[in-house]
């Protein structure tokens, strides 16, 4: 059974800064596009950062400058760099394939940004 788990997330002041980290099977990874996805209260899951197996990558717009996808194939591991965090990026961080596949969500991993 793959599975992917999240690490990572915590409370953080405006303008801070985390890393998130997926890991997972280094087949899942060598064969398709990874993702970051988030959802907050009230709000439906979205996409905000993908990584193909050859390393492009491709953000929302909400995010686009601030957060930084990147993949260490020697850890079967997938970051998310979160750079001057805003409140509105609170919310569950979930990683998974791109398009996501029902089979591989996991239990997430919380970030709030708060003062």
């Known amino acids: 059974q793959v599975q992917l788990v999240e690490s990572g997330g915590g409370l953080v002041q405006p303008g801070g800064s985390l890393r998130l980290s997926c890991a997972g099977s280094?087949?899942?990874?060598?064969?398709?596009?990874m993702g970051w996805y988030r959802q907050a209260p009230g709000k439906q899951r979205e996409l905000v950062a993908s990584?193909?197996?050859?390393?492009?990558?491709n953000y929302s717009d909400s995010v686009k400058g601030r957060f930084t996808i990147s993949r260490d194939s020697s850890k079967n591991t997938v970051y998310l760099q979160m750079n001057s965090l805003k409140s509105e990026d609170t919310a569950i961080y979930y990683c998974?394939?791109?398009?996501?596949?029902?089979?591989?969500w996991g239990q997430g991993t919380q970030v709030t940004v708060s003062s």
């Open positions: 998974n394939t791109a398009p996501a596949r029902l089979l591989y």
């Open positions: 280094r087949m899942l990874f060598r064969i398709y596009t």
């Open positions: 990584i193909t197996s050859g390393g492009s990558t």
